[in-house]
């Protein structure tokens, strides 16, 4: 891979990669996304768990999504200048390695406080790890086939929750929710090791050294970014209305049992499978955004059917599947446009979009639990899809893709001399 220089920084060409190179890398991507979307949804299904042995209320216990999204999206603002500035690789590995140490200390925490505190640990690692991640799939592929690489990642996350998650909600109920923790922990060590050693050096912008936190105000003040990175927050916020209390909806509701809510996430799982991988052919083939309008759309037609109209369990996973099918396309999709939205600052405005959807969890789960105490579960799902409308509205009347491929030339970094 040759490397060019400019003052004071190196970057990859990674355009002369082969595929093969070029898919090794994404690979090794996966590994990451997987790692940090297995820290973030096995919650939901240990949940119960977790709130029975540390005498805590379900509603209370939610509060664990919202201090780990807390910390996860103001760290995430930050991060990314650091992301473009001294590039993906190192910045990958340092999140891996945080969320390793958060989650062996999430499996000793003695208390809910300091378990709370672990997580917020693991907010920290998760907010340097995603945005590199997705900036990274940026670098390497090409717009007109960046839906599809989205897809492979989003594979890796579906991955995590039909095998991840429900071996961990297994091991929860046989064993300890604690146990769930030490296999987690255990792959992120095994992951940090992959992909300190393999990754290969990355692309690194021209005067991104010397624009330091200056660039999140040059990315804010486009409103193409800043209305889309409302958007996608809010997209984020519907599904932790719900996710976060789903394995304790299915608990009371339809009486399955704490050792089977594991197959909620493989049901989840298995959607995210689908939809991310239909989706992300189908953006690449005719365009990104009535991919993310319509699946948005759709998708919150299942969510309110969820808690309103599943008679049986049958019925009720078959929703969870549509919707997390529609909410997979539109992550993939959605993602690929951010990827394109300033290039020279890819880093950045990953990050702000990461920050964006921690803060959606935040006040997803947050307005889940004030949901959960007023009206109990039936409110859930209505209330998620009203967002998810309001969602999609503001994506369809503010951002017009083509517009966006042509102002996405005209963001530049400041001059490096």
Avoid at 69 to 85: K, Q, Y
Avoid at 150 to 161: E, I, K, L
Avoid at 187 to 206: E, S
Wanted: proline fraction near 5%; include cysteine.
């Amino acid at each position: 891979m040759r490397l060019a220089h400019c003052p004071g920084v190196f970057w990859a060409d990674v355009s002369s990669l082969p595929r093969a190179n070029r898919n090794l890398v994404l690979a090794l991507l996966c590994l990451a996304s997987f790692a940090s979307v297995f820290n973030n949804l096995i919650i939901a299904p240990i949940l119960p768990d977790i709130s029975d042995d540390l005498g805590v209320r379900v509603s209370i216990a939610g509060l664990l999504v919202t201090a780990y999204a807390m910390v996860g999206g103001t760290a995430a603002i930050f991060a990314g200048p650091f992301i473009d500035r001294i590039g993906r690789k190192p910045v990958v590995v340092a999140g891996l390695a945080v969320l390793s140490v958060a989650t062996v200390l999430s499996a000793v925490a003695p208390t809910f406080e300091l378990l709370v505190a672990a997580r917020m640990l693991a907010g920290l690692g998760v907010a340097c790890l995603s945005p590199a991640v997705f900036s990274a799939v940026g670098d390497y592929f090409s717009y007109e086939e960046r839906g599809r690489a989205m897809a492979w990642v989003m594979a890796a996350n579906s991955s995590s929750t039909i095998l991840g998650v429900p071996i961990g909600a297994f091991l929860s109920g046989i064993l300890s929710w604690r146990m769930t923790f030490v296999v987690l922990a255990a792959l992120c060590v095994v992951f940090t090791y992959l992909l300190a050693r393999r990754l290969p050096p990355d692309q690194r912008t021209p005067g991104a050294d010397r624009e330091g936190i200056g660039a999140i105000g040059a990315i804010l003040r486009q409103p193409q970014i800043s209305i889309a990175l409302l958007s996608n927050s809010m997209s984020t916020m519907y599904w932790f209305v719900f996710i976060p209390y789903m394995g304790a909806y299915f608990h009371d509701d339809f009486g399955l049992a704490k050792w089977a809510l594991g197959l909620l996430t493989m049901c989840q799982g298995l959607g995210v499978l689908t939809g991310s991988f239909i989706g992300g052919r189908i953006s690449d083939r005719f365009g990104k955004h009535p991919v993310i309008i319509y699946a948005t759309l759709l998708g919150s037609i299942f969510i309110a059917l969820e808690t309103i109209a599943a008679p049986h369990l049958v019925f009720a996973g078959l929703y969870l599947f549509i919707f997390a099918g529609f909410g997979s396309a539109r992550f993939a999709s959605a993602q690929a446009v951010m990827t394109e939205m300033a290039p020279a600052r890819r880093g950045t405005v990953m990050a702000l979009s990461a920050a964006g959807q921690q803060f959606g969890i935040v006040l997803g789960s947050a307005l889940g639990g004030l949901v959960l105490e007023l009206w109990g579960y039936t409110g859930l799902g209505p209330v998620a899809a009203v967002i998810a409308i309001l969602s999609a509205l503001i994506y369809w009347a503010f951002i017009d893709e083509k517009r966006m491929l042509r102002d996405s030339a005209r963001i530049e970094p400041s001059p490096a001399g």
